[in-house]
Nanobody
Framework: QVHLVESGGGLVQPGGSLRLSCAASGSAVSIYVMSWYRQAPGKERELVAAISTVDGTTYYADTVKGRSTISGDNAKRTVSLQMDSLKPEDTAIYYC?????????WGQGTQVIVSS
């Protein structure tokens, strides 16, 4: 069992920045990929960014590419998402995801609201 706790969400003005963090605890099983997803009201959950804990390879959705940076600390089992130049359309609940060999875990989500 892996427990994920997100933090760092909040209200920010357009053009501002936020840093989301996620910490994994519980079983010391290997996590292969840690990701950030988001779900806006009335929309499906979508992948925002991901990082491989094996080789550090990263992935970004086109909607955030160039504005976001995902980073991870394998020793601390944490992953962060730095988001800059935020837009109102970035408003969503952001979820941390940990992909193990045969199972995935989700955090409870952290709300991000981009509004003036």
């Amino acid at each position: 069992q892996v427990h994920l706790v997100e933090s760092g969400g909040g209200l920010v003005q357009p053009g501002g920045s936020l840093r989301l963090s996620c910490a994994a605890s519980g079983s010391a099983v290997s996590i292969y990929v840690m990701s950030w997803y988001r779900q806006a009201p009335g929309k499906e959950r979508e992948l925002v960014a991901a990082i491989s804990t094996v080789d550090g390879t990263t992935y970004y959705a086109d909607t955030v590419k160039g504005r976001s940076t995902i980073s991870g600390d394998n020793a601390k089992r944490t992953v962060s998402l730095q988001m800059d130049s935020l837009k109102p359309e970035d408003t969503a609940i952001y979820y941390c995801n940990a992909q193990l060999a045969q199972k995935a875990y989700w955090g409870q989500g952290t709300q991000v609201i981009v509004s003036s």
